[in-house]
C-alpha cells in the first residue's frame, strides 16, 4: 500500500514554500490536477544587452522563457505586458507556473539543451537546483543600486556558500482564514493564536455542531502540519538546529507523537472531504470554503486578501485571518517559511536579458502591484506589510530538515502525510534512510 500511495502522490505531485510559505510558493502552492497550460507572447526587436561573463545573442536571436505566471494572480499578465514594452525586441514565452510541475520542467529542458530562463520558486529551497547546477550564481549581477529596494539581509534567505541564487520576492508564512459564522453556529470562539489541543478541541465541536468539515488543505500543502511540528516540539533552538542537521533521529519520541497528532486529523476526518484529504486542490479547497462546506481554509499570508474577495463574492464576509496552531511548548514557537523568489536557469543563452526582466520583476514598480493585490513584500515600498497578514512574520524560521537534501525536501514536502497516513513505520523507515544517507 505505502508504494501505491508514494507512485500515485509522486505522479500528482512531482516537483519540489511555503513562507511557505509559505512559504512557499500561497499564490505559491498551486493546485497540481491541472496540466501544464502554455502562452506564448513574442515581440521581435532589433538590440541586446551584453553579460559580464558571456554574450548574450542578437536581440533578433534574443528568445527567453519565464515561467512565474500563476493563475488567478492579478499582477503576472500586468507584469508580462510591461516587459514586453520595456523590452519590445524580446521574444517572451510565459509558463503557466504550477508548483508540482516546477522542478519537473526546468530539468527536462535542462537535460534538452533547452532552457527555462527565469523561474519562481523558494529561495529556501534552492538545493534541488543548486546541487545539480542549474541556478545562476546572481552575485557579479548584484549592485548597490539593485541591492537598495530589498529590505535589511533580506536576501540573505536566497544565499548559499556566500553565493546569491534566488531573489525574494514576497514574505511568506502559513495561516489560517477562518468562517466567523460557522465557528459562532458551532460555539467556538476564535482566537488570533491556538495551541494545538485547543485547534483539535475546536475542529471536533464543529464536526458535533455542524453539518461541515472543520477545515481543508490543499494536496502541496499537507506537509506544512509537518514541517511546523518539526520547528515547534523542541524545548531549545539547539535542539531544533540538532534536528535540522539530520543529528536526531525521525524515531525520537518528540517527533513521532507530533506525526501521530496531525495523523489523528485525517482519521477523525477533520479534513475537507474526509477520504480524499490528501488529494484536494487548491481550486477544490478554495471552492469548498466560498461554498460554506468547511470552517477553516489552510491558507498563506499573501493569499489572504485573495481570499477575502473571493469569500464577499459568495456573499460570506464575517472572515478572519488566524495564526497557524502551535505545539509549541518551549522557546521554539516557529512557523515554516520564507519568500516566493526568482531565479535564472545557468544554462540560459541569454543572461542579460534575464537580468533586465529579473531587475523589473524586483523593482519598485513590480514590488508596488504585489503590495495592491494583498502581499507582504521584502522591499522597501510603501504598504509593504499588512498587520493581518504580516503579524507571524516574526515567527518565520528560515532553515529546516528538508534542506539536507533534495530527496528530503521532496518527501516531507509532498509524500509524508498520506505515506504515514497508510504506513507509520514504513514512512519512519524512510524519514531515516533519508535522514542518514544524507550525513
Not at 545539480?132 to 529590505?151: C, G, H, N, R, V
Amino acid at each position: 500500500m505505502r508504494r501505491q500511495v508514494k507512485q500515485m502522490l509522486s505522479l500528482a505531485l512531482a516537483g519540489c514554500m511555503v513562507l511557505g510559505m509559505t512559504a512557499c510558493g500561497s499564490k505559491s502552492s498551486t493546485g497540481t490536477a491541472a496540466p501544464e497550460s502554455k502562452q506564448d507572447v513574442t515581440t521581435e526587436g532589433s538590440s541586446a544587452g551584453t553579460a559580464a561573463e558571456k554574450p548574450d545573442k542578437t536581440a533578433e536571436e534574443a528568445s527567453l522563457v519565464m515561467l512565474i505566471e500563476e493563475p488567478n494572480v492579478n499582477y503576472y499578465p500586468v507584469f508580462l505586458e510591461n516587459i514586453r514594452a520595456k523590452y519590445p525586441e524580446y521574444s517572451i514565452t510565459s509558463k503557466t507556473w504550477d508548483q508540482s510541475q516546477v522542478e519537473k520542467t526546468v530539468k527536462t529542458a535542462f537535460a534538452g539543451g533547452e532552457a527555462v530562463d527565469i523561474v519562481k520558486w523558494f529561495p529556501n529551497q534552492m538545493e534541488t537546483f543548486i546541487s545539480s547546477d542549474m541556478a545562476l550564481d546572481l552575485t557579479p549581477y548584484m549592485d548597490d543600486e539593485w541591492k537598495s529596494i530589498f529590505t535589511e539581509n533580506a536576501l540573505d534567505i536566497g544565499t548559499y556558500g556566500g553565493k546569491l541564487f534566488c531573489l525574494p520576492i514576497t514574505t511568506v508564512y502559513p495561516d489560517i482564514d477562518v468562517n466567523v459564522d460557522i465557528f459562532e453556529e458551532a460555539g467556538v470562539e476564535v482566537k488570533e493564536h491556538w495551541t494545538w489541543d485547543e485547534f483539535v478541541a475546536a475542529c471536533e465541536k464543529i464536526k458535533q455542531n455542524t453539518d461541515v468539515f472543520p477545515f481543508a488543505i490543499c494536496d502541496t500543502r499537507v506537509g506544512w502540519f509537518q514541517r511546523n511540528a518539526f520547528l515547534q516540539i523542541w524545548d531549545t533552538k539547539e535542539e531544533l538546529e540538532a534536528f535540522n542537521r539530520g543529528e536526531i533521529s525521525f524515531k525520537d519520541e518528540r517527533v513521532v507523537t507530533a506525526l501521530d497528532k496531525i495523523n489523528d486529523l485525517f482519521a477523525k476526518e477533520y479534513a475537507y472531504p474526509g477520504n480524499g484529504a490528501f488529494s484536494q486542490t487548491k481550486d477544490q479547497t478554495k471552492a469548498a470554503f466560498s461554498q460554506g462546506k468547511i470552517a477553516m481554509l489552510f491558507n498563506v499570508n499573501n493569499g489572504g486578501k485573495t481570499i477575502r474577495t473571493v469569500m464577499e463574492e459568495a456573499g460570506r464576509t464575517n472572515i478572519r485571518t488566524i495564526s497557524w496552531p502551535t505545539m509549541a511548548a518551549g522557546e521554539c514557537d516557529y512557523v515554516l517559511g520564507g519568500c516566493d523568489g526568482y531565479f535564472i536557469s545557468s544554462n540560459t543563452k541569454n543572461p542579460e536579458a534575464s537580468i533586465n526582466i529579473l531587475k523589473y520583476l524586483t523593482s519598485k514598480e513590480a514590488f508596488e502591484l504585489q503590495v495592491d493585490d494583498g502581499d507582504v513584500v521584502p522591499a522597501n515600498v510603501e504598504g509593504g506589510t499588512d498587520e493581518d497578514f504580516a503579524r507571524d512574520s516574526s515567527k518565520v524560521y528560515p532553515k529546516e530538515i528538508m534542506a539536507i537534501s533534495a530527496e528530503m525536501n521532496d518527501y516531507v514536502n509532498y509524500n509524508i502525510g498520506a505515506n504515514y497516513f497508510y504506513d507509520k513505520e514504513g514512512t519512519l523507515e524512510e524519514l531515516e534512510s533519508l535522514r542518514t544517507s544524507a550525513q
